[in-house]
């Protein structure tokens, strides 16, 4: 597969057990947030997104909170599978340039 | 199935030696961009094109060419390829990227240069 995740940061996690990845975003104008999950050999995939005028938002198995006082983003997976095992990165964009700019992600490891 | 398609996905090249990879959607996206990923450094970049005959540089678009004849490809071209483009490459695609709009990745070209 490729090798999109060496020198990562990496969170280890027990199968079944509740997965915090977190994303501190430089932006203070960026409006709109993605997260994306990338398998070893495969292109990023859309997980979740969220706006600005939300701090909150849930999807199947995983929830996006924003806290745009702090400039963070995080990303909550409920009951990790081992097919959750992947890099995760998020991805900000700003009204004011139309682009994203993309985080360097983190290898989650679910052990079984 | 609504989808990006690159080719080739594998790709060994020497120095100096012209390359093409291809890159077509069929979700009648307007929005195309091709970003390099490399470890540590996250997607950077290289071109973008909003709309057929519309191209813009990236962050990284040193050594890369693009074009956008048609909706639906948008080719990256290395007239003269080195080893420091040894990468990872995504084409992207988006609806209106002016809005929350996700990108659609390809599978990826891992390129390799000697």
């Given at each position: 597969?490729?090798?999109?995740?060496?020198?990562?940061?990496?969170?280890?996690?027990?199968?079944?057990?509740?997965?915090?990845?977190?994303?501190?975003?430089?932006?203070?104008?960026?409006?709109?947030?993605?997260?994306?999950?990338?398998?070893?050999?495969?292109?990023?995939?859309?997980?979740?997104?969220?706006?600005?005028?939300?701090?909150?938002?849930?999807?199947?198995?995983?929830?996006?909170?924003?806290?745009?006082?702090?400039?963070?983003?995080?990303?909550?997976?409920?009951?990790?599978?081992?097919?959750?095992s992947a890099v995760y990165f998020c991805a900000e964009k700003s009204q004011n340039f139309n682009k994203f700019y993309f985080g360097s992600g983190t290898k989650l490891n679910v052990k079984p | 199935?609504?989808?990006?398609?690159?080719?080739?996905?594998?790709?060994?090249?020497?120095?100096?030696?012209?390359?093409?990879?291809?890159?077509?959607?069929?979700?009648?996206?307007?929005?195309?961009s091709w970003y390099r990923q490399d470890p540590g450094l996250g997607l950077r970049q290289i071109y973008y094109s909003m709309n057929v005959e519309v191209t813009d540089k990236g962050d990284v678009p040193e050594g890369y060419k693009v074009s956008r004849k048609e909706k639906r490809n948008f080719p990256l071209i290395l007239e003269s390829p080195s080893p420091n483009q040894t990468s990872l490459y995504f084409c992207a695609s988006s609806a209106l990227l002016g809005q929350a709009a996700a990108y659609t990745f390809g599978s990826g070209t891992r390129l390799t240069v000697v």
């Amino acid at each position: 597969g490729e090798s999109v995740g060496l020198h990562l940061p990496t969170l280890s996690v027990q199968e079944g057990d509740n997965s915090i990845i977190n994303c501190a975003y430089s932006n203070s104008a960026s409006d709109y947030f993605i997260w994306y999950k990338q398998e070893s050999g495969k292109g990023p995939q859309f997980i979740i997104d969220i706006r600005s005028n939300m701090d909150k938002r849930q999807g199947q198995r995983v929830t996006v909170l924003l806290n745009k006082t702090v400039k963070h983003l995080s990303l909550q997976i409920a009951a990790t599978q081992p097919g959750d095992s992947a890099v995760y990165f998020c991805a900000e964009k700003s009204q004011n340039f139309n682009k994203f700019y993309f985080g360097s992600g983190t290898k989650l490891n679910v052990k079984p | 199935e609504a989808q990006v398609t690159q080719n080739p996905r594998y790709l060994i090249t020497v120095t100096g030696k012209k390359l093409t990879v291809t890159c077509s959607q069929n979700m009648n996206h307007e929005y195309m961009s091709w970003y390099r990923q490399d470890p540590g450094l996250g997607l950077r970049q290289i071109y973008y094109s909003m709309n057929v005959e519309v191209t813009d540089k990236g962050d990284v678009p040193e050594g890369y060419k693009v074009s956008r004849k048609e909706k639906r490809n948008f080719p990256l071209i290395l007239e003269s390829p080195s080893p420091n483009q040894t990468s990872l490459y995504f084409c992207a695609s988006s609806a209106l990227l002016g809005q929350a709009a996700a990108y659609t990745f390809g599978s990826g070209t891992r390129l390799t240069v000697v």
